[in-house]
């Protein structure tokens, strides 16, 4: 077979969710799978991080926008390299492509109601273009792969898609995400002391930022310990802006807030957290959640949509939109050392369930599938 495989953005320095999985993915198919032959479409970027192998070409093609890559200079190269399908992994896919199309659609979040606050012009573009899009390339798609059992019934009952069109792939994750012992001079580059609480905040309103704050202040107000708040991916504005609207100006002082962490540095931060939380309102999966449990650190997560499917019945599970709910919890983990041992061990179980080694071998097939009913 020549697959070809989008991963627009992989090259970039500051890497995102569907970046890593799709890196992940490529990964694990050129270890395993020497026989095909594969076209992995990039932009350019600073960070060129694969390589080609034998079998495995990686094709730099245009510095232009998105919607321009995506439309008319990826499915330019696929023409010329005479491909058996592609592969597009970031919820959207040329409107005209001449070979059978794979989709991964990770989520429909842009059919969903829309938080009318969010201020970030690279969110409402992308939501903009994925409607106008996706509606378009959903029947041209011989696959559509998905990465939740709530997302695939999601996709099937909001877009009428039947389940023979469906395919449900689970994500993974790294590695080098498990417990650690020598850990101390990374974490040291955002914050000075370990046993903090850990989020992985942004202005996306689905990360739910404002409510964990909240929760975080009555924290405060109730807990002896009072662990600092250790916050990546959030801006000093958009801090203040939420601190000011609430009244939990008690927070300020409590809260790191280094910018982005690099992906390699994640290991390190959730071995020395006290707790991560996972608090979103939705996830079309929740790769954070296993990376946390990997490393043998409790999580206290959101009892909505893919995230009870991914971290197993025993995880603590809160009502996102309850800061009350979230505070109990943080002050349980704290005060009941019995169940803090029992949560990690929890975690460390689940993850093992969990592969980029698996997810690479579940695309594998399908690509056959696809290929022998071309």
Request: aromatic share 12%.
């Amino acid at each position: 077979m020549r697959i070809g495989i989008e991963a627009q953005r992989i090259f970039r320095k500051n890497k995102h969710g569907m970046d890593y999985v799709v890196l992940q993915e490529v990964r694990e198919l050129q270890k395993m799978d020497k026989k095909n032959e594969y076209f992995v479409f990039v932009a350019p970027g600073e960070d060129p991080c694969v390589e080609d192998t034998r079998n495995f070409h990686i094709i730099e093609i245009g510095g232009n926008s998105y919607p321009i890559w995506e439309q008319f200079t990826l499915p330019k190269a696929v023409k010329e390299l005479n491909l058996d399908m592609l592969h597009c992994t970031s919820n959207t896919a040329p409107i005209r492509c001449k070979v059978p199309l794979i989709l991964t659609l990770h989520d429909i979040i842009f059919l969903e109601p829309r938080d009318k606050s969010n201020k970030s012009f690279y969110q409402n573009l992308g939501w903009y273009y994925r409607r106008l899009v996706v509606p378009r390339i959903l029947k041209k798609c011989r696959r559509i792969i998905t990465v939740s059992n709530y997302e695939m019934r999601n996709i099937m009952t909001k877009l009428d898609i039947p389940q023979e069109r469906m395919a449900m792939i689970y994500n993974g994750y790294n590695e080098w995400f498990k417990p650690l012992e020598d850990t101390q001079e990374v974490y040291k580059k955002y914050i000075e002391e370990p046993g903090y609480f850990f989020f992985l905040g942004n202005t996306d309103p689905k990360k739910n930022t404002e409510r964990t704050l909240i929760a975080y202040s009555r924290y405060l107000e109730r807990s002896e310990e009072k662990r600092k708040l250790l916050m990546a991916d959030l801006d000093k504005e958009y801090l203040d802006d939420i601190v000011e609207r609430n009244h939990i100006e008690n927070i300020k002082e409590n809260i790191v807030i280094p910018g982005y962490i690099v992906n390699s540095d994640l290991p390190y931060i959730y071995n020395n957290a006290f707790a991560f939380l996972y608090t979103s309102l939705r996830e079309s999966f929740g790769i954070p959640l296993l990376e946390s449990m990997a490393c043998g650190t409790p999580v206290i997560t959101s009892n909505t949509s893919s995230m009870p499917e991914v971290a197993g019945s025993d995880a603590i599970f809160v009502n996102p939109e309850d800061p009350d709910d979230i505070v109990s919890n943080m002050l349980r983990l704290e005060e009941d050392d019995q169940f803090y041992r029992k949560q990690e061990k929890i975690g460390l179980q689940r993850a093992q369930e969990f592969s980029w080694q698996q997810t690479a071998e579940h695309l594998l097939n399908l690509y056959e599938r696809v290929y022998k009913h071309r």
